[in-house]
């Protein structure tokens, strides 16, 4: 979140020299639940919830309907939430709450309990869910969220996620996750439209949510990738590290090696495991089935050497066939 917010300052506050932007603040409610017990909570917070109000929210109305229907935890869900609120106002004076459109009954609650203690107004802010052109919305209870952590949503499938975005969905997402205006939008869609196989919008959408997400480094980063994996750019592969090229290739099996003198490509194959036998090894090779570093190699017999077959950043990438890869780390 703070990496988001500094890219949005660097990136379009156009005032961040002569009035940069308060600093994002981050905290963790449990600063404030740990000193609270169960008995407090349900006596001194809950009574001020009451239950007709509670059942009456939207949300909980039809989930109650619904056939997998509505767990305590989720019921009460509503009343942490407005203490929450009730917290960061008192603490930090924050006056407003904005959420996704299924929030508006646990931000009305918060609203309601946050009135009963003052005078001064807050405010509550809701925005559209986000969903496919089929309805489906995005998130990771849906199974299809893409994250901020590079570590659990590589940049370069953040990338991928917004260039996979479906024609009828990409003008809503830009004007959503883009800081163009609703001019130049329109401008870039009506180019779509005209040759929709070049995904001219999606790219557009791509590059501005992982530069805001990622920062400019993480973009490169994307697009390097991007243009190793589908684009078969031997140089591009060459400069990703070794965890990048691992990532890209999910699944491939991965072996470390030391390159000897005259070990040949029938060699390399067999020990990075792609065949079975040695006889299968030849059939296929031959036959030109096998690659290494997306150059086809047809000679069982040729050896390998440093300034062919393996990239700059030590690594040859084999594949069999069409989709089975194996990753071969050098050692140096």
């Not at 959503?176 to 205006?181: D, G, K, V």
């Not at 949510?209 to 031997?234: C, F, P, Q």
């Amino acid at each position: 979140i703070q990496r988001v917010f500094k890219n949005h300052e660097d990136l379009y506050w156009k005032k961040k020299e002569e009035e940069p932007l308060k600093p994002v603040k981050v905290v963790n409610n449990e600063t404030w639940y740990k000193e609270l017990s169960a008995l407090d909570l349900v006596c001194g917070v809950g009574r001020h919830f009451r239950m007709g109000t509670m059942l009456g929210r939207t949300a909980v109305a039809a989930r109650l309907r619904s056939e997998t229907g509505l767990s305590y935890t989720e019921f009460s869900y509503q009343v942490f939430q407005a203490y929450d609120w009730w917290q960061l106002y008192d603490k930090y004076d924050c006056r407003f709450q904005i959420g996704g459109s299924d929030q508006m009954g646990n931000i009305v609650s918060g609203y309601d309990y946050i009135s009963k203690f003052t005078k001064k107004s807050v405010f509550g802010l809701t925005l559209p869910l986000v969903t496919t052109e089929g309805g489906e919305k995005f998130g990771k209870s849906a199974g299809n969220a893409v994250w901020l952590d590079p570590e659990l949503t590589s940049p370069f499938e953040l990338y991928q996620f917004f260039v996979r975005s479906a024609d009828a969905d990409v003008e809503k997402l830009l004007r959503l996750f883009t800081f163009r205006s609703v001019e130049s939008i329109g401008d870039l869609c009506r180019k779509h439209a005209t040759k929709p196989e070049l995904r001219q919008a999606q790219k557009v959408l791509a590059e501005e949510v992982t530069r805001l997400v990622h920062g400019d480094e993480g973009l490169e980063r994307a697009k390097m990738t991007t243009a190793a994996m589908y684009d078969s750019n031997i140089e591009q592969l060459g400069r990703l590290t070794s965890q990048d090229v691992v990532t890209l290739f999910k699944g491939a099996s991965v072996v470390d090696m030391l390159l000897k003198p005259g070990l040949t490509v029938q060699d390399l194959a067999m020990a990075a495991g792609c065949f079975g036998s040695p006889g299968k090894a030849q059939t296929i090779i031959a036959a030109g089935g096998f690659y290494i570093n997306h150059q086809r190699t047809t000679r069982c017999e040729e050896v390998l050497t440093q300034a062919v077959h393996i990239l700059p950043n030590n690594i040859s990438l084999l594949r069999v066939g069409k989709k089975n890869y194996f990753i071969v780390r050098w050692a140096t």
